[in-house]
């Protein structure tokens, strides 16, 4: 029963991670497109098109983002990861039960002398 709780807080955390992550990569696309559009009104083009400027903005916030927010894309891919190996060990216990095996255990290391 204690497994469901910390399942939840787990899959939690990988959504909190990942949308972290989303979140501020678009928030760079968002304020590059704002400074190119201010640089190009300031520098005199009164027509400079503001998809031009996200467009700009989305090429420069890529490689960008990838630096700045390496602890956070850090932070997501392993919970990620853990959440992909949990699946996995679910998944071959599972399988195990369906082939009628026993399940393998975590706990249960223990070796029995053919008794």
Do not use: N, Q
């Not at 400027?53 to 990838?66: E, H, K, R, W, Y």
């Amino acid at each position: 029963m204690s497994e469901a709780p910390r399942g939840k807080t787990a899959r939690s955390r990988v959504v909190v991670d990942v949308v972290v992550y989303a979140v501020a990569r678009l928030l760079l696309v968002a304020v590059l497109s704002a400074a190119i559009y201010g640089i190009g009104r300031l520098v005199g083009v009164t027509e400079f098109p503001l998809v031009v400027a996200v467009l700009f903005a989305l090429i420069i916030a890529m490689p960008l983002g990838i630096w700045l927010f390496s602890p956070l894309r850090r932070r997501a891919t392993d919970a990620l990861a853990v959440a992909g190996e949990r699946r996995r060990t679910e998944r071959d216990r599972l399988r195990a039960r369906l082939r009628g095996e026993p399940a393998p255990d975590e706990g249960s290391d223990e070796v029995v002398d053919g008794e």
